[in-house]
């Protein structure tokens, strides 16, 4: 949910949900005002451009820094497959496929595209009695792209793109590697809670409360083309789409076996 993109060194901060980037990121052709839900499992892609800004007269705002645009292939009217798969450790495994074809020759055709990415954390925790929290900074993605092409006739095409994605995490965990008189008063109000001393190699997160954060993702948009008869046969484009975006995160807040301070997932 913090990732950027800056062009030219130029970018918002990431951890602030409530800044637009200066980086316009359009992907096939819609805009996407948040750049950490942006770059998800997109499939096959056609091509990528990188346009320095400012780009405000074509793009309008929030492309202060330049515009990344980024298309993905229609669904094409002769079939072909492709697939993926990888595994790395953590118990780390990830696999997609997309698959297109026609539905009714030269008429309709589709591409669907599914990617499934799995990972174990590899930050081990120390945690309270009865708790039952995982390894922080693992991943569980899923995510399907899927598109339905109409053609018309050869001047009037429509193409629809449908996606969902969600991303869960127990995620970007504090680890003590120096302590000192805070460490020293939390441990006399509650014992044993923090690491007092802590070794500055020290790799182990103590937690009463998992971190977590959970992002999902959805979307439907259709892009027509018109050849038209005028203007020597100039092609009008027009496009709509609908998103929706949502965050659900929380956890230990003050990362201690204390139950201090900490934010509830709604």
């Known amino acids: 949910r913090t990732t950027i993109a800056p062009i030219r060194g130029v970018a918002n901060v990431a951890d602030n949900p409530g800044l637009e980037d200066a980086v316009g990121l359009y992907i096939d052709g819609v805009y996407r005002p948040r750049n950490g839900v942006s770059f998800n499992d997109l499939g096959e892609l056609n091509d990528i451009e990188i346009l320095k800004g400012p780009q405000g007269?074509?793009?309008?705002?929030?492309?202060?820094?330049g515009v990344i645009q980024i298309t993905t292939k229609r669904p094409s009217f002769t079939f072909g497959a492709q697939a993926e798969a990888s595994v790395q450790n953590y118990n780390g495994y990830g696999?997609?496929?997309?698959v297109t074809g026609p539905i009714v020759p030269d008429k309709v055709a589709i591409r669907l595209y599914v990617?499934?990415?799995?990972?174990?954390?590899?930050?081990?925790?120390?945690?309270?009695?009865g708790a039952h929290i995982p390894d922080q900074n693992d991943?569980?993605?899923f995510t399907t792209r899927d598109q339905i092409l109409f053609q018309f006739n050869d001047d009037l095409d429509l193409n629809i793109i449908g996606d969902y994605s969600q991303r869960r995490y127990h995620f970007c965990i504090a680890v003590d590697f120096q302590n000192g008189t805070p460490a020293t008063i939390q441990n006399l109000v509650f014992p044993g809670t923090v690491p007092n001393p802590v070794s500055p190699n020290n790799r182990t997160a103590y937690l009463n409360r998992s971190?977590?954060?959970?992002?999902?993702?959805?979307?439907?948009?259709g892009e027509a083309h018109w050849k038209t008869p005028w203007f020597g046969g100039a092609t009008l484009t027009t496009i709509t789409s609908y998103r929706?975006?949502?965050?659900?995160v929380g956890g230990d807040?003050?990362?201690?076996l204390a139950d201090i301070l900490y934010s509830e997932p709604a």
């Not at 990617?115 to 009695?129: I, T, W």
């Not at 929706?244 to 659900?248: A, I, R, V």
């Open 95 to 98: 696999g997609s496929i997309s």
């Open 253 to 256: 807040t003050d990362t201690t």
């Open 57 to 65: 007269t074509l793009f309008g705002k929030n492309t202060i820094a």
């Open 211 to 221: 971190l977590q954060d959970l992002i999902t993702e959805k979307g439907i948009s």
């Open 244 to 248: 929706d975006s949502k965050e659900n």
């Open 139 to 141: 991943e569980h993605v």
């Open 115 to 129: 990617a499934d990415r799995q990972r174990d954390g590899y930050v081990p925790v120390v945690q309270s009695g």
